[in-house]
């Protein structure tokens, strides 16, 4: 069992089971086709709330960590539903209620987006996280805590500085035109 600890530039290797904050599973690594989290600790690759948990543990170490929405994949927001016109789909005949796909924004951003309701000009479709709005459970085991080598240490700082360019909060220091993809949803 090794003595270091998770902390900056480590690499680190979880085995993990999430569920819902009603005890549902929505996925483990042991599921088939599941694998554990690996990562380099420090440049965001995980949900802020996770990735704080795991701060200072070592391999061998288990933990339940209860991540809120708000450090997980953020508060639901009704301003991301979002109406499109069904001509605008890949599949404006077959499209159903639960397809996803990926829309490019005039920006070339990627967005995720799911079909969640269909009329016969328009699709409403939601660009929130699958996950947004939800309470965390994870119940983590750390398998593995190294250093991280240079290679993989300039991999997270670059998908690091890629996300920066997707994701803007409130301390961003830079403009941005607005994007629209299609006209905000008002439900009641």
């Known amino acids: 069992m090794s003595e270091r600890v998770i902390g900056p530039n480590t690499y680190v290797t ?18 088939e086709g599941g694998e554990p989290i690996r990562y380099v600790h420090g440049y965001g690759m995980l949900v802020p709330g996770l990735e704080a948990a795991l701060a200072g543990l070592r391999e061998g170490d288990e933990r339940e960590v209860v991540v809120p929405a708000d450090a997980g994949y953020g508060e639901y927001d009704e301003g991301l539903l979002l109406e499109v016109g069904r001509d605008e789909l890949p599949d404006p005949k077959g499209v159903k209620v639960g397809d996803e796909f990926i829309a490019e924004s005039p920006d070339g951003d990627e967005i995720a987006m799911s079909v969640v309701e269909i009329g016969d000009k328009e699709v409403v479709v939601d660009a929130n996280h699958p996950l947004a709005g939800m309470t965390l459970r994870y119940q983590v ?48």
């Open 14 to 31: 979880v085995d993990y089971e999430l569920r819902d904050e009603d005890g549902d599973m929505l996925e483990a690594s042991a599921d």
């Open 141 to 188: 085991r750390v398998l593995g805590v190294r250093d991280a080598t240079e290679d993989e240490i300039e991999h997270a700082a670059a998908q690091l500085d890629e996300a920066h360019e997707h994701v803007h909060g409130p301390d961003c220091d830079h403009q941005h035109e607005p994007v629209q993809l299609g006209k905000s949803k008002q439900l009641n």
